[in-house]
């Protein structure tokens, strides 16, 4: 006998596939049409992408190879390198789906979806290639593990949670996060504190140590940067209570959750039964808020750090929402429509400034850093006409990376001069000046007065015409060129 799903089952992956289908063509049509170009530090990672390996300075190798999957499709444009997060997220809301489906309901999971999809944070970054979006999957998808394995405790679920683990762990160290949410949520619900001593548990967490191990490796083998570099972000070493920090981290929930959702969510927590549901839910969206809340506090923590504890938190809220009756899913619905319009607003800022008369200046341009990069690298490309073998050299990450990505460079053209800093990037660990570029021109492109311990190492500078992109009057690109003859080492 044939086993129908319910009808309301059935509507509820019809609207989630309409609401993925839709956005995802809706999403790519903005980033096809938009006038920008990279981010600096998608530039930056489009040059991992040139160079696979198992680590890079700042983050693990999972954003260089989801990069490299891209652009081996399409090609190295703008919407080819950045056209991961249109692949990833729908595969991610399908598992937030799956997530609300499988401790509520379908309608609850198609619910969790939408306050999920369009929440400011991550409407922002269907249009930003980032290690957030291959965080928040592989978060989702051990999420999803860890339910059906406490409800099966089958293998499969065991070991899709240790790989899933294991890829976040590539993808971003916060993953590591996960580890302490599943200890406080086993030791929360009286049913489930005999699987701490579940050894099916323990081979999941074995498993995914042995996925991060190569990353480990790599970064022994280069002095330890990707942990030297999280460290020296979270601002830790400089002691005392950052207040400012905390208020300015704790306000950027509101832009990444959305205002509404974020005051709903909390009132979720207070108001929603016990259940085991709620225990989970609660500690794997208060975990990773409080720990980089007190990160905050103690040095400094970017809004999308937490960006992992709205995974949960979507299908809480849509569970408050969907279970607690009409008038809390009139203000459901409520808190997703302030999010599409918060999302229009930002997906189409340009087109309204124009409408409403508002001059483009550095001040009301958000994105005037991405702007004029292309323009730069084409004066850049005739002074190099000079020195058709001289190799781009410079002190600065971002000019490097913008004129690397914009100028198709391989790794080994690019050089970067250090003068005695430490490692700061990826170019200072692989590419620093030393004796393989023994005899080689260089290129320098800077804006800092040149250093005579720069100079001394050359056989002769020329100084180039200088490059000049203006792109509002109160905002240019500017840089000297140098023509760096004969290094000497």
């Avoid at 979006?133 to 099966?152: D, E, I, K, N, R």
């Avoid at 994105?367 to 850049?380: M, N, S, T």
């Amino acid at each position: 006998m044939l086993n129908f799903k319910p009808l309301s089952e059935l509507r509820a992956y019809l609207g989630l596939f309409l609401l993925m289908a839709v956005l995802t063509a809706y999403r790519a049509l903005v980033l096809a049409t938009a006038d920008i170009g990279l981010y600096v530090d998608e530039a930056y990672y489009w040059g991992w992408a040139q160079q696979l390996d198992w680590g890079y300075y700042s983050k693990p190798p999972m954003i260089a190879a989801l990069i490299a999957f891209t652009t081996s499709l399409c090609g190295d444009g703008v919407f080819c390198v950045k056209s991961g997060a249109l692949l990833v997220y729908p595969v991610t809301t399908w598992l937030v789906f799956r997530l609300g489906q499988v401790f509520f309901d379908a309608r609850t999971g198609l619910w969790a979806a939408a306050v999920f999809l369009l929440m400011p944070g991550v409407a922002l970054s269907n249009l930003i290639i980032s290690t957030d979006v291959l965080l928040l999957l592989f978060w989702a998808w051990a999420m999803l593990a860890l339910v059906l394995a406490l409800q099966t405790n089958a293998w499969r679920h065991w070991l899709m949670l240790g790989v899933a683990c294991g890829l976040g762990l590539l993808s971003k160290y916060t993953m590591a996060l996960f580890a302490p949410s599943v200890l406080l949520a086993l030791l929360l619900v009286p049913a489930w504190r005999g699987q701490l001593l579940n050894p099916r548990l323990w081979v999941a967490a074995f498993v995914a140590v042995l996925i991060i191990a190569p990353n480990i490796v790599w970064n022994a083998q280069h002095g330890w940067p990707t942990f030297q570099h999280t460290a020296e972000i979270s601002n830790l070493e400089h002691a005392g209570l950052h207040w400012d920090e905390l208020g300015e981290f704790i306000s950027g929930q509101l832009a990444v959750f959305g205002p509404i959702s974020l005051i709903l969510w909390l009132v979720a927590l207070f108001t929603l039964p016990a259940s085991r549901q709620k225990s989970l839910l609660a500690v794997f969206s208060l975990v990773f808020l409080l720990a980089i809340s007190a990160q905050a506090l103690l040095g400094r923590a970017n809004a999308n750090w937490a960006a992992p504890a709205f995974v949960a938190a979507s299908v809480l809220l849509a569970a408050w929402g969907v279970q607690q009756g009409v008038h809390h899913r009139r203000w459901l619905i409520a808190a997703i429509l302030l999010n599409v319009i918060v999302m229009l607003g930002a997906y189409h800022y340009t087109q309204g400034a124009q409408w409403f008369g508002v001059e483009m200046t550095g001040k009301t341009d958000p994105f005037k850093r991405v702007r004029g990069w292309d323009q730069l690298a084409e004066q850049y490309t005739a002074r190099q006409a000079l020195a058709p073998h001289a190799l781009l050299m410079s002190g600065d990450r971002d000019l490097l990376a913008q004129l690397g990505y914009h100028l198709h460079l391989r790794p080994e053209h690019i050089v970067s001069w250090n003068a005695g800093q430490g490692i700061r990037h990826q170019y200072d660990l692989m590419h620093p000046l030393g004796q393989p570029h023994i005899g080689h021109d260089m290129l320098m492109v800077s804006n800092e007065p040149l250093p005579e311990a720069l100079i001394s190492r050359f056989d002769a500078v020329e100084v180039l015409e200088p490059l000049h992109v203006q792109i509002h009057k109160d905002w240019a690109l500017n840089y000297k060129v140098y023509w760096f003859k004969g290094f000497r080492g």
